[in-house]
């Protein structure tokens, strides 16, 4: 069973962002009446109800939700086309200029506050001045979003992931530092082992429910986990609230070396335990689908991963080979 133009999916996604079919009409320019009816054939025509009506509003079935997000991607990507190829007509480019400074539309993006402000927002805006066809929304916090509800084009996420529909591409690895500022050592001593922050104030993170309580260490890539089990005063589910802190000498941070790159180079932490490997953690963009995915994601996605992989580290002890 085929769609048969795509006005009927434009009138699913506007329905499913207007929450009503008069205000899916309205953007589309045509009756309510005629935005039902064309809702109802397509019904008919797939055997589906994609809407679940009532009298104050209208939300979409699974079924409609599932046809909601293929059928956006795949109106960006023909309006992507559509685009690229009057532009050329038309003769608005110069002829030598790049393919990829052509990219146009919205990308959608979420990442970690700490990561974004510390490392990615020069990517971004190196991006954005090279493909001024393109606009970015970006939506920064520690809490994951639904991918699909949300609308997000692609999410930046630490750790390894849940068996899922998702698409994941790897940016790069790091490993996670215990650090502190010089004056909380100074205050408190300097831990010479990590077994001994089960005595420290610990800086920790609760992310939906689930509170970290253990940070795990290894002397060799791999030898055995030494898992501490940590507490503290202070808990929080966003890194830079966390990092914060941990300038303000507050406590110890257990943190991504990506994300306290800079304030270790600058002397305003101090990684604790450099004869030791925190938990390494694969950075990875998270996309919904590799098939409807707009060239424009894709370039950013290669944008990041090349960015990432290519900036030194600014640390010497955090940076240290694995044995």
């Known amino acids: 069973m085929k769609i048969e133009n795509t006005d009927e999916l434009r009138l699913l996604v506007e329905c499913a962002r207007g929450g009503s079919l008069t205000a899916a009409s309205r953007v589309m320019q045509i009756t309510p009446a005629a935005a039902s009816a064309m809702l109802k054939k397509l019904e008919a025509r797939l055997g589906v109800r994609l809407v679940e009506r009532s009298t104050r509003a209208l939300r979409l079935s699974a079924a409609g939700e599932q046809l909601r997000d293929y059928g956006q991607r795949a109106l960006e990507l023909l309006d992507e086309g559509v685009a690229l190829v009057s532009e050329e007509q038309q003769g608005g480019r110069a002829k030598g200029r790049a393919a990829d400074a052509r ?18 927002l020069p990517l971004l ?8 066809g393109v606009a970015l929304h970006l939506s ?3 809490s994951l979003l639904d991918i699909y509800k949300d609308e997000v084009d692609v999410a930046i996420r630490y750790g ?9 591409r790897k940016l790069t690895e790091v490993n996670r530092l215990a650090v502190a500022s010089p004056a909380f050592l100074q205050r408190h001593g300097r831990p010479a082992h990590p077994s001994e922050l089960s005595a420290c104030e610990c800086l920790t993170f609760k992310i939906r429910n689930r509170h970290e309580r253990q940070w795990r260490f290894r002397q060799s890539d791999e030898g055995p986990v030494l898992a501490v089990p940590v507490q503290g005063r202070r808990s929080t589910d966003d890194g830079e609230i966390a990092h914060g802190w941990a300038l303000a000498g507050l406590g110890v941070v257990y943190k991504s070396e990506l994300d306290v790159r800079a304030s270790l180079a600058q002397g305003l ?5 450099p004869d030791w490997i925190g938990d390494r953690l ?10 409807f995915m707009p060239q424009r994601v894709r370039a950013l996605v290669e944008h990041l991963a090349q960015g990432l992989q290519a900036r030194p580290s600014d640390t010497v002890a955090a940076s240290r080979p694995h044995r």
């Open 282 to 291: 694969p950075l990875h963009a998270v996309m919904p689908s590799q098939r």
């Open 160 to 168: 390894l992931l849940a068996d899922s529909g998702l698409v994941a």
């Open 103 to 120: 990219l146009r539309g919205r990308i959608r993006m979420s990442a970690s506050s700490d990561l974004t402000r510390r490392q990615l």
């Open 125 to 132: 805006d190196a991006f954005m001045l090279r493909h001024p």
């Open 269 to 273: 932490l101090v990684n604790l335990f």
């Open 140 to 142: 920064v916090g520690d």
